[in-house]
């Protein structure tokens, strides 16, 4: 897919950022922290934090020379360190289209490039088949269900968690 590409965020990506992320389906498959409605505010803030990453954890996902959605990583301390979670979103009117799963798998050869780790991991609530079919195209594996664990708009959700292992550590 040589129209998608991952690319650090800029400042003046914040409006269309905003135009996409303030819609409830996009909100109601993130965590919280993940405000709605989502402003063109709150597109800056995010612009501004993710600006000067070193190394970049966090992707605008451009389709067409126009901002799609948005990927990235958390990396874990201490006993956690050799894991990484991998979160990801895609405007509405981009569904479809093939352009998660594509941005996944570039996110993970970037992951193996600019991090040590053997073990990446993405949480999906219960109803978001779409994003687990995504997973299941760049092979992860379903390791477990949470049961009840997420508090998502008033209601108790199971989280599924999803991992793929690189082998860099035996």
């Not at 914040?14 to 389906?25: D, E, T, V």
């Not at 979670?85 to 479809?96: K, L, Q, T």
Request: some cysteine; charged content about 30%.
């Amino acid at each position: 897919m040589d129209d998608v590409v991952l690319r650090c965020w800029r400042r003046q990506d914040a409006q269309q950022l905003s135009a996409i992320a303030n819609n409830r389906k996009i909100w109601l498959n993130l965590r919280d922290r993940f405000p709605h409605p989502y402003t063109v505010m709150d597109a800056m803030k995010w612009v501004q934090l993710h600006h000067e990453d070193d190394p970049v954890q966090h992707f605008c996902i451009e389709y067409q020379g126009k901002v799609a959605g948005g990927i990235g990583v958390l990396t874990k301390e201490d006993v956690y360190r050799c894991s990484i979670e991998i979160g990801y979103f895609v405007g509405e009117s981009y569904w479809g289209r093939g352009i998660a799963s594509y941005a996944v798998s570039r996110m993970l050869e970037y992951i193996e490039d600019h991090f040590d780790v053997n073990r990446i991991y993405a949480e999906v609530f219960e109803h978001n088949k779409a994003s687990m079919l995504v997973l299941r195209k760049n092979g992860f594996h379903l390791e477990g269900i949470r049961q009840k664990a997420v508090l998502k708009d008033g209601v108790l959700l199971d989280d599924y968690i999803w991992v793929k292992f690189l082998n860099k550590r035996k």
